[in-house]
């Protein structure tokens, strides 16, 4: 299973799936060469989160970085380039994960 988590962290890393917003487990599957099955069992047990907390984290990081790099991006355009559906997914997930707004948090972070 370690082989697998390697395998699909590299790809997230590289290809960044995550910026799809309509990303699949089916679709990580097919990018590492196994079945949804192995993918969702190595995020559940390999990494003890979920495919969709995974998924949503690493988007968060990227925002970050996206917004700590373009201070002057639009939020509406942050949330795009993410990978999220909408704004207000984004900053319901933002909210969630780093226990703060996106502006509050660059705000404090900056």
């Known amino acids: 299973m370690d082989d697998l988590i390697s395998r699909i962290e590299v790809i997230m890393n590289e290809e960044q799936l995550y910026r ?3 990303l699949t487990i089916k ?4 990018a590492v060469l196994t ?3 192995y993918v969702s069992r190595a995020f559940n047990k390999g990494m003890g989160v979920s ?3 995974y998924i ?8 970050i ?3 700590r790099s373009h201070p002057n991006m639009s939020l509406d355009s942050v949330a795009s380039e993410s990978g999220f559906i909408s ?3 984004f900053f319901i997930k933002f909210k969630e994960i780093m226990n703060d707004s996106p502006r509050a ?3 404090k972070n900056s």
């Open 51 to 53: 495919f969709t907390r």
């Open 56 to 63: 949503n984290r690493k988007r968060i990081e990227f925002s």
């Open 35 to 37: 079945n949804r099955f």
């Open 20 to 22: 799809n917003p309509y």
């Open 87 to 89: 704004k207000k997914a």
């Open 27 to 30: 679709d990580v599957a097919q």
């Open 105 to 107: 948090y660059m705000k």
């Open 65 to 67: 970085d996206l917004m």
